[in-house]
T-cell receptor, first 113, second 114 residues
Framework: NAGVTQTPKFRVLKTGQSMTLLCAQDMNHEYMYWYRQDPGMGLRLIHYSVGEGTTAKGEVPDGYNVSRLKKQNFLLGLESAAPSQTSVYFC????????????FGPGTRLTVT | AQSVTQPDIHITVSEGASLELRCNYSYGATPYLFWYVQSPGQGLQLLLKYFSGDTLVQGIKGFEAEFKRSQSSFNLRKPSVHWSDAAEYFCAVAPNQAGTALIFGKGTTLSVSS
């Protein structure tokens, strides 16, 4: 039981490049989330999903897109990366009944130059 | 708007000394309350949670937290700190609504001196 995994662990992009971060969970959780963590800012919610094929915006959604084609996977896309998107990205998942009890992945450190 | 405040950005405690990390929240009703810990280079791990009932909750690694409604606080405590407790600690609030996510404080970094 791997829990929540994230791919890749590290990535460096040039401004304007695109990439996709992959989150996978094997706990059969209905809800999944993407957060970004910046120094002194705590974690801020980017997008979340309450089920396969359903996504919703969080606190800081601009510049990101997401997809949840399969229950176990939640993808975060950056179409045209900007230096302001340099951050550590965390994926989390939870059950529907206890959606507030979230399990986090190890994070992806993204640098945009 | 709902918010979580952790007044202390950085705290240093001697090994073996007691610890208290402060957390205050702003929310109309009693929310669900959480403390998470993040070790360097790691993801977040849930330490403890409060939903209702006994206002003193026990968590993993010897931590406890007390919910005080009158002060809108949920402070984290440990009677004797170990060097391995050095990490960043986040308080979080979950509004009691389906489909909404956690609201995190900005975190408190704990250093442990020998």
């Amino acid at each position: 039981n791997a829990g929540v995994t994230q791919t890749p662990k590290f990535r460096v992009l040039k401004t304007g490049q695109s990439m996709t971060l992959l989150c996978a969970q094997d706990m059969n959780h209905e809800y999944m989330y993407w957060y970004r963590q910046d120094p002194g800012m705590g974690l801020r919610l980017i997008h979340y999903s309450v089920g396969e094929g359903t996504t919703a915006k969080g606190e800081v959604p601009d510049g990101y897109n997401v997809s949840r084609l399969k229950k176990q996977n939640f993808l975060l896309g950056l179409e045209s990366a900007a230096p302001s998107q340099t951050s550590v990205y965390f994926c989390a998942s939870s059950t529907r009944d206890y959606h507030y009890e979230q399990y986090f992945g190890p994070g992806t450190r993204l640098t945009v130059t | 708007a709902q918010s979580v405040t952790q007044p202390d950005i950085h705290i240093t405690v001697s090994e073996g000394a007691s610890l208290e990390l402060r957390c205050n929240y702003s929310y109309g009703a009693t929310p669900y309350l959480f403390w998470y810990v993040q070790s360097p280079g790691q993801g977040l791990q849930l330490l403890l949670k409060y939903f209702s009932g006994d206002t003193l909750v026990q968590g993993i690694k010897g931590f406890e937290a007390e919910f005080k409604r009158s002060q809108s606080s949920f402070n984290l405590r440990k009677p004797s700190v170990h060097w391995s407790d050095a990490a960043e600690y986040f308080c979080a609030v979950a509004p009691n609504q389906a489909g909404t996510a956690l609201i995190f404080g900005k975190g408190t970094t704990l250093s442990v001196s020998s």
